[in-house]
Nanobody
Framework: QVQLVESGGGLVQTGGSLRLSCSAS????????LGWYRQAPGKQRELVAS???????YYADSVQGRFTISRDGAKNTVNLRMTSLNSDDTAIYSC??????????????WGQGTQVTVSS
């Protein structure tokens, strides 16, 4: 069973930076896509950033230019560098890994989540 463990969340002031890291129990190159989602209180979970096996990245409009997703194949980690944080970024951030099979089946794996709180 794939395990994903996040780290790096915490409390930061407005304008500050944080780096989240997600460690996978498997070689990350087996995953079709790796991503970070977040869910704020009373809101739906949203995709923040993702990186494909081929290295293509996606960012939500709200974080474009402020967040950077990266991966480290040697360490089997996917990271999220967050800068210029504001109160809207306060949420639980969860790591996601997807495997899409040749027959179109999708397998999702999730970490337990890490809290990010941005204070003014």
């Amino acid at each position: 069973q794939v395990q994903l463990v996040e780290s790096g969340g915490g409390l930061v002031q407005t304008g500050g930076s944080l780096r989240l890291s997600c460690s996978a129990s498997e070689n990350i190159l087996i995953f079709t896509t790796l991503g970070w989602y977040r869910q704020a209180p009373g809101k739906q979970r949203e995709l923040v950033a993702s990186i494909s096996k081929g290295g293509n990245t996606y960012y939500a409009d709200s974080v474009q230019g402020r967040f950077t997703i990266s991966r480290d194949g040697a360490k089997n980690t996917v990271n999220l560098r967050m800068t210029s944080l504001n109160s809207d970024d306060t949420a639980i951030y969860s790591c996601n890994a997807q495997i899409w099979t040749a027959t179109g089946r999708r397998f999702d794996y999730w970490g337990q989540g890490t809290q990010v709180t941005v204070s003014s």
